[in-house]
């Protein structure tokens, strides 16, 4: 094999992912100590371009990082001031009184932001402690020491032809050594992914858990914007067989951020999310709010949904998870920006400590030790069964029970135990011969999109000469198996349009990968019901450019 001679950069502490997570285990990292040598990559072509989420976020980890954020300029400019909860029906709606919630569920003391535009800000606060942060260089390799500990990883490698040949533009990419390495690649990350199984790390836990969550953002009339409002809603257009639920957040400038979240464990083939999300959009409680005006940006990303009894183990040999890599989505609330940098913060403790002593490339269990004793821990333990009593039970007794469930919790510290989640969301899905095929309303293009409209609001590009970052273990699978077995699913679950089977006259079907579409959601990754598909890195500065999602 060719011997890639790269050159090499060391430092104390090597973060993968430049989200809540990774910036905020950078800035405590510098806090503690200026002598702290941190670097952070990120894939996306700035800090926040990949960055997709509701969001409400609660300030609890920002006001122990930063206490001073307000006079610092942190783009938290709309208090949540009116919190709304609704079950829909294909026409009504049913307001659930605030005062059937457990506290937990309380928005007041929350922001409506766009967590790209955060995580922008946390970029500069972290620069200007002297963090380096390298946008567009994708990490696409683990590096090991001899004793297996992870040493670092390869960063930055561009110019590789689709056949493998190397273009004139050929980077070799970089070695970014570090005493230890944190990874902060949000959900499904493809580093994670390994890490996690060659150190056996989700060995005893709960398999995590996915939602596909899909969002616009758009400009609305000046009288339909309520600044600070928020709303959440289940029930239509899912029912009662597949689990989710919408957002609607009322931000600055008549902007107005709407998004659905399709649970990954629907067992129905026919079911396509993104036509989902489009037709809730019609629903009157959420046309009038639109109507008129215009959508903005489109983008879609997978969100963790096991919570507390899928969380791995959180470290291993020379590195950390944290974040979204772990999986700290409180799932009824619909939040994990806050644990994901609380857990950055308290993983860049435990470093500090250990470079403090001397050491390098072991294990930083002081941090999962910090970890059962944060905030984080009960903020997850609280809500844990919310998530499996909705799988098993259903849209109506299931949400009933947890909610009983989280009053106890809430109230007497104990619930109805711990229940598991049990099977995979790969592992879900019915045979199509036993489904119904579901058919979608057309979008009007007005309120509603295809796929493919929406996806130019992404801003995404891929170079298209460069390996497929989409990897098939076996190319045959998805014609063999899975068309005749799921009715290929894939063309349907995918929110970008990335994967389409072709049927011309008289040639048998044929399964493209238009893989210059691709989000970076990480859907497929999770969801192909053959775990055929592997997503990895492609060239960094590609994938979406998110302007403020
Ligand atoms: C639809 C949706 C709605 C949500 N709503 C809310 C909400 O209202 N409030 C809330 O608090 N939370 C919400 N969340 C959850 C929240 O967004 C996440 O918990 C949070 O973003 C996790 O932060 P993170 O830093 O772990 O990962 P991320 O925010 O995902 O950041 C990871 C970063 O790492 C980069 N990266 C990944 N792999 C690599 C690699 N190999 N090399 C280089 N860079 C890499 C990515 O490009 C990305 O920039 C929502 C999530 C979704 C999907
Ligand atoms: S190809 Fe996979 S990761 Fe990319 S947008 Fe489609 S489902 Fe998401």
């Known amino acids: 094999m060719e011997q890639v001679q790269r050159e090499t950069m060391e430092y104390d502490v090597v973060i993968v992912g430049a989200g809540p997570a990774g910036l905020a285990a ?85 922001y409506a932001v766009s967590l790209g535009n955060v995580c922008r ?57 570090g005493k230890y390495v944190f990874i902060a690649e949000g959900v499904r990350g493809s580093l994670a992914k390994e890490i996690i199984a060659k150190y056996k790390l989700s060995e005893g836990r709960e398999p995590q858990k996915y939602g596909l969550g899909m969002k616009e ?74 109507e008129g005006g215009r959508r903005v940006a489109y983008g879609a990303r997978a969100i963790t949904e096991g919570g507390f009894q899928s969380v791995p183990k959180l470290y291993f040999p020379g590195g950390v998870l944290i974040g979204c890599s772990a999986g700290f989505v409180n799932v009824p609330r619909i939040k994990g920006s806050h644990n994901a940098m609380k857990t950055g913060m308290m993983a860049a403790e435990a470093a500090f400590a250990a470079l403090n002593e001397g050491r390098a490339g072991d294990e930083l269990a002081d941090y999962e030790a910090a970890y059962e004793n944060s905030w984080v821990y009960e903020d997850l333990k609280r809500v844990k069964n919310v998530k499996p009593m909705w799988s098993k039970l259903g849209l109506v007794g299931g949400v009933a029970l947890g909610a009983v469930d989280m009053w106890l919790n809430t109230l007497f510290g104990f619930g109805f135990g711990t229940w598991r989640h049990g099977k995979p969301d790969s592992a879900t899905l019915k045979p199509a011969a036993d489904s119904k095929v579901i058919n979608y309303p057309k979008p009007d293009g007005v309120l509603s999109f295809d796929r493919l409209t929406d996806l130019a609001f992404s801003a995404t590009n891929h170079e298209e000469d460069q390996p497929v970052h989409l990897q098939l273990k076996d190319p045959g699978i998805p014609i063999a198996l899975n068309l005749p077995m799921w009715a290929e699913p894939a063309q349907r679950y995918c929110p970008a349009g990335v994967y389409e089977v072709i049927i011309e006259d008289g040639k048998s079907p044929r399964f493209q990968i238009n893989h210059q579409n691709c989000v970076h959601c990480k859907t497929c990754d999770i969801k192909d019901p053959s775990q055929n598909i592997n997503w990895i890195v492609p060239q960094g500065g590609e994938g979406p450019n998110y302007p403020n999602l």
């Open 26 to 110: 950078a800035i405590r990292l510098k806090q503690l100590s200026a002598d702290v040598s941190v670097c952070v990559l990120e894939k996306g072509s700035e800090v926040g371009a990949h960055i997709l989420s509701g969001a409400v976020v609660d300030p609890i980890a920002l006001n122990e990082l930063i206490p001073d954020w307000k006079e610092k300029g942190a783009p938290l400019n709309t208090p949540v001031t009116d919190d709304r909860f609704y079950v829909l029906g294909p026409k009504g709606a049913l307001r659930m009184p605030n005062f059937l919630m457990p506290p937990l569920m309380n928005n007041h003391g929350n």
């Open 121 to 177: 800000w946390l970029a500069t606060q972290a620069e200007s402690l002297g963090v380096e942060i390298y946008p567009g260089f994708a990490c696409s390799e683990v590096l090991y020491r001899e004793d297996g500990s992870v040493r670092g990883v390869v960063a930055g490698v561009m110019g590789i032809a689709k056949d493998g040949s190397h273009k004139p533009d050929y980077q070799p990419g970089m070695e970014l050594i």
């Open 217 to 290: 953002l758009w400009e609305v009339k000046p009288e339909n914007h309520r600044q600070g409002q928020v709303t959440h809603t289940m029930g239509w257009p899912l029912g009662v067989k597949a689990g989710g639920g919408s957002f609607m957040y009322h931000l600055e400038d008549n902007l107005v951020s709407i998004g659905f979240v399709v649970h990954l464990n629907y067992q129905n083939p026919y079911l396509y999310p993104y036509m989902e999300f489009q037709r809730f959009k019609h629903h009157p409680l959420i046309s009038q709010v639109l």
